[in-house]
Structures are given as structure tokens and as C-alpha cells.
């Protein structure tokens, strides 16, 4: 065997090396883009602005009460926490008088902030812990019949849905998933183009360097 055939099959095998790899990698975030979800959140929840902030990992969270354009929201309106998160309702002073009670049936944490406030800054402060796992649907009692609804989801026991567009069963990919996707592809094309010049005109290159 020449040691043109030995160098051509040395570098055959890394280039295979080189796209396994970046096959690897480009599957490995459509993985991660496939596990984003979200708590199941029960119907009627999302409310008057429907924003969702995941504040696992956070020791403490706050909720703005009278949010929106019409002071008639709690922001963010859905949200997800630990057991043993301290949450803070901070009341805006817009919308009228506010106050922050669990549905009729609506999940096992007992919100009741008591009777409705209209002061701006006034604050009702609750701390979550393992009664509470599971999902909460809660309200302003004035403003029900309005869309003044919310969820609280606590602790890592709770229904979840993956995270996709327009009722598709496409699965929403985030950023630098995609990013990662695109460059692992264009190194895995390059490599394999270097291979096929490498096979194509590589013993020509090594006959000609030494004449």
C-alpha cells in the first residue's frame, strides 16, 4: 500500500469524524428545542395580557396588579415558581380597586389578598411550598367578568404542553438552537468538500510536489 492510500485513508476517517460530529450536534439541539414547554395552564387563565414568565430558580417573584392599557391585568400573567418562592402582588393604582383570590375550585394554593385596593404600591406577599404544587387559577373578584384572571404553576409535578405556533405540530426553536444548527451543517459541508478534492486530486498534488 503507497502512503498516498495511507494518507487519503487517514484523512477519510477524520473528516467522517468531523461530520459525525457535527451531526451529533445539530441533533442534539433539536433535542433541546423539542423539550421547551410550558405548564398546561387551565382555560381561562391567560387573562386580559396573557404573559408567562418561568421564574424557577428565583427565590422571589413579583406580579404587577392593574397592568395593561386599562389597568385590568395581573403582569406577567402566567407564571411558574418553585415551592418556597416568595411572590409579591404590587398593586399600580390603575384600573380601580384590586384585590387577588383563588377561583372557586381553581388549584390548591389559597391566594386571598382580602378585600380590593386601589392604592398604588400596596402589596400582598405569599409564599408558596409543596401544598401548593400544582397549577392555580386566580382572579380579581371585581373584575371578573372582565378578564382580570391569572395562573400560578408551582413546583416540577405539573401538566405541560410543548411550546408551538398557530396549533401546528411544529415544535418552537429557539434562537441559538437554530444558530448552532446552521453552523454545524456549513462545517459538515465544508469538510465533506475538502474530502472530495482530497480523493478527487490527491495523488496528482503528492505526485506533482515530488517531481
Given at each position: ?55 424557577r430558580g428565583q427565590d422571589s417573584v413579583t406580579i404587577s396588579v392593574g397592568a395593561g392599557d386599562q389597568g385590568l391585568a395581573f403582569d406577567p400573567t402566567l ?18 380597586s384590586h384585590n387577588v383570590q383563588t377561583v372557586d375550585d381553581g388549584g390548591p ?103
Amino acid at each position: 500500500m503507497s502512503s498516498d492510500d495511507v494518507s487519503r485513508r487517514a484523512f477519510m476517517r477524520t473528516a467522517g469524524g468531523a461530520a459525525a460530529a457535527a451531526g451529533a450536534a445539530t441533533a442534539t439541539a433539536g433535542t433541546a428545542a423539542a423539550q421547551e414547554v410550558e405548564p398546561d395552564w387551565p382555560s381561562g387563565t391567560q387573562g386580559n395580557v396573557g404573559s408567562y414568565t418561568d421564574a424557577r430558580g428565583q427565590d422571589s417573584v413579583t406580579i404587577s396588579v392593574g397592568a395593561g392599557d386599562q389597568g385590568l391585568a395581573f403582569d406577567p400573567t402566567l407564571v411558574w415558581v418553585d415551592e418556597g418562592t416568595t411572590i409579591t402582588w404590587e398593586w399600580t393604582g390603575a384600573g380601580g380597586s384590586h384585590n387577588v383570590q383563588t377561583v372557586d375550585d381553581g388549584g390548591p394554593a389559597s391566594l386571598d389578598s382580602g378585600d380590593p385596593v386601589g392604592e398604588e404600591g400596596a402589596t400582598y406577599e405569599y409564599e408558596t411550598s409543596s401544598e401548593d404544587a400544582g397549577i392555580t387559577h386566580y382572579h380579581c373578584v371585581p373584575h371578573t367578568a372582565v378578564g382580570m384572571h391569572a395562573g400560578l404553576a408551582v413546583g416540577e409535578d405539573v401538566a405541560t404542553v410543548e411550546v408551538g405556533g398557530g396549533g401546528s405540530d411544529a415544535v418552537f426553536v429557539p434562537d441559538a438552537a437554530r444558530a448552532l444548527g446552521v453552523a454545524t451543517f456549513i462545517a459538515m459541508v465544508s469538510t465533506l468538500g475538502l474530502a472530495f478534492v482530497f480523493m478527487k486530486y490527491g495523488g496528482t498534488i503528492t505526485g506533482q510536489e515530488q517531481a
